[in-house]
């Protein structure tokens, strides 16, 4: 079965300080994403990542960047919290022609 | 951009009912994934399907890409089928970035 681990399912953070959320995957694929979901808003793309060091913004990339140094793993960094960053953050890996596999999410709230 | 609707919005049935939830998108697309958000918030995809139907025990999914939409068919439900339900079709040809609906939650009573 594909995995892919998100590090934390809950985080509680102070703002301004520099967060680090992170998934890996198990299964070799090549594209990475992060979303966030919040009530009435639903889901939207933060980064994508479609190969080592490669990057594109998402809808919302603003408070936000991202890492992958390795193939496995796409950290998501937020550079000074701030209490609108609170939401569940939601990981994602594809294969091209394949759908997405999620992680279960890590439901951060910044205090 | 492409936009994407769902039908209905929240939707209550009785265990052991059929159901088709529906996704309306406004471009042309070459496939489509539909997902299951469970109460815990964990996100499975059920079907990633590029045309045409696909079956999985008691849900199925069609989508009639000239006519821009998709149903999902639930046979049967029950309890465990309760969650929101996204469909999710690609923001262009040739990517892999995936645009989401709003959801249909669906509550389905013992």
């Known amino acids: 079965d594909v995995k892919v681990t998100q590090s934390s399912r809950y985080l509680v953070k102070r703002t301004g300080e520099k967060v680090f959320l992170e998934c890996v995957q198990d299964?070799?694929?090549?594209?990475m994403f992060w979303y966030r979901q919040d009530p009435g808003l639903g889901l939207r793309l933060i980064y994508f990542?479609?190969?080592?060091?490669?990057?594109e913004k998402g809808d919302i990339p603003e408070g936000y960047s991202v890492s992958r140094e390795k193939k496995e793993r796409f950290s998501l960094i937020l550079e000074s919290a701030s209490t609108n960053q609170t939401s569940m953050y939601l990981c994602?890996?594809?294969?091209?022609?394949?759908?997405?596999?999620f992680g279960s999410g890590t439901r951060l709230t910044v205090v | 951009g492409i936009q994407v609707e769902q039908s209905p919005p929240d939707l209550i049935l009785q265990e052991g009912a059929n159901s088709t939830l529906r996704c309306n998108f406004s471009?042309?697309?070459?496939?489509l994934q539909w997902f299951h958000q469970n109460p815990w918030g964990q996100l499975i995809n059920l079907f990633y399907?590029?045309?045409g139907t696909k079956q999985n025990g008691r849900l199925s999914a069609t989508t009639v890409a000239t006519e821009r939409y998709s149903l999902l068919y639930i046979s049967s439900s029950q309890t465990t089928d309760s969650g929101v339900y996204f469909c999710?079709?690609?923001?262009?040809?040739?990517?892999?970035?995936?645009?989401f609906g709003t959801g249909t939650r669906l509550k389905v009573l013992a």
């Open positions: 999710a079709p690609p923001r262009g040809s040739g990517t892999y970035k995936y645009i």
């Open positions: 994602a890996s594809n294969s091209g022609g394949y759908g997405y596999t």
């Open positions: 299964m070799d694929h090549e594209n």
């Open positions: 471009d042309s697309v070459n496939n």
């Open positions: 990542s479609y190969d080592v060091k490669m990057k």
């Open positions: 399907i590029p045309s």
